[in-house]
């Protein structure tokens, strides 16, 4: 070995040192902390405490000055937590997710918001708008597009009637694996179980390996993980946090055909976000069913250079246009070229509404 014993123990010790240090640091950012509840609470007794603008600048800010060896993106997770946990000093947060525990879903929740923030699993998806929208929760945390499979137009129809906004995003890497319980016969797996758009993102592995097995969907991985434990036939497709939530085996790991799958999910609440630096606005529109209704949404967006990062049509459930569309793009409704668009856009169509400007992801 290279390093003498001595060597050890002074490491060990500069170490030592170095986390006292960090614990002390630690403790006057949370001090800090307490100090802005008071300030805003005293000018403000409804004052908003989560601010995703603010939260967006910070990580960025920390991803831009890391010099190593950690990753920029490793920093920004352990910065992540230290804020969840500072700000549960200010107001915990309570926020509503697509469930059950163990789902993707919670992943992306924890993702965002950090292990700080009560966390409460949804049953549906308008049930995490229902909750939202009745003050239960601060925000909700529900998916709206898989890079393999599409739009969840489930969470596309809950926009159409709902007077939330979109606060927040968050991509979430999907890793599928192979989960078996400690009594399942790993040679006789005949059943899988899964979320249907499990199983699609996963048609090619399954068909390779497991061709014969019965493929049954399920409301949620979590709940194909679950059903796993009672059966010795069974094995269920899901993500790690199912497996350690339910005490599962891994007999495949990463068994997804694409390895850049991913899913985004949105952050619904009532407020409004400020300008971040780099944002993203989503809006729903309805246009007549007229020759050229597409060429006249679209051509503002060409004229004044906003890039379009989403374009999904959907059928329009009021009976009185023939469809409507949801569109993402670059820019916050408050810069000066965003405005002046989205007024050329309100005058050519039927009707507009904007669902939130909000950071652009950064984890």
Not at 184 to 197: A, L, N
Not at 277 to 285: L, W
């Amino acid at each position: 070995m290279s390093d003498t014993p001595i060597d050890l123990d002074a490491l060990r010790q500069r170490i030592d040192g170095l986390d006292g240090e960090i614990l002390r640091l630690i403790s006057e950012r949370a001090q800090c902390a307490s100090q802005v509840a008071k300030v805003k609470t005293a000018s403000d007794p409804d004052a908003v405490f989560y601010r995703p603008e603010r939260e967006a600048q910070v990580l960025r800010r920390i991803m831009a000055l890391n010099q190593g060896p950690l990753d920029a993106e490793e920093m920004a997770r352990l910065f992540r937590e230290i804020m969840s946990a500072c700000l549960a000093l200010e107001q915990p947060v309570k926020v509503a997710y697509l469930g059950p525990e163990g789902t993707f879903t919670q992943q992306a929740t924890l993702k965002h918001f950090g292990d700080s923030a009560v966390s409460l699993p949804m049953a549906a998806i308008d049930e995490v708008f229902r909750e939202v929208e009745a003050g239960a929760v601060n925000y909700g945390v529900v998916p709206v597009e898989n890079s393999t499979e599409g739009v969840v137009n489930h969470t596309l129809d809950s926009f159409m009637d709902s007077s939330l906004r979109i606060c927040g995003e968050v991509v979430l890497r999907i890793h599928h694996h192979l989960l078996v319980s400690s009594n399942t016969r790993r040679d006789k797996v005949s059943r899988i179980y899964s979320h249907p758009q499990s199983f699609a993102q996963c048609r090619k592995w399954l068909d390779a390996h497991y061709p014969h097995a019965e493929r049954v969907p399920v409301s949620s991985n979590a709940e194909a993980a679950k059903l796993v434990k009672t059966e010795w036939h069974s094995a269920a497709i899901a993500g790690d946090m199912a497996a350690k939530l339910y005490g599962l085996d891994k007999i495949a790991e990463t068994i997804e055909d694409r390895p850049d799958n991913s899913t985004r999910f949105l952050i619904i609440g009532n407020q409004d976000v400020p300008v971040s630096g780099e944002d993203k606005t989503s809006i729903v529109v309805a246009m007549r069913n007229q020759p050229g209704a597409l060429h006249d949404l679209l051509e503002p967006f060409h004229r004044h250079q906003i890039d379009l990062t989403r374009l999904e049509t959907r059928p329009s459930r009021s009976g009185v246009w023939n469809y409507v569309f949801f569109i993402d793009f670059s820019g916050h409704r408050d810069d000066a070229r965003v405005a002046a668009m989205l007024e050329e856009v309100r005058l050519r169509c039927a009707e507009l509404k904007v669902l939130g400007s909000y950071p652009v992801g950064v984890l």
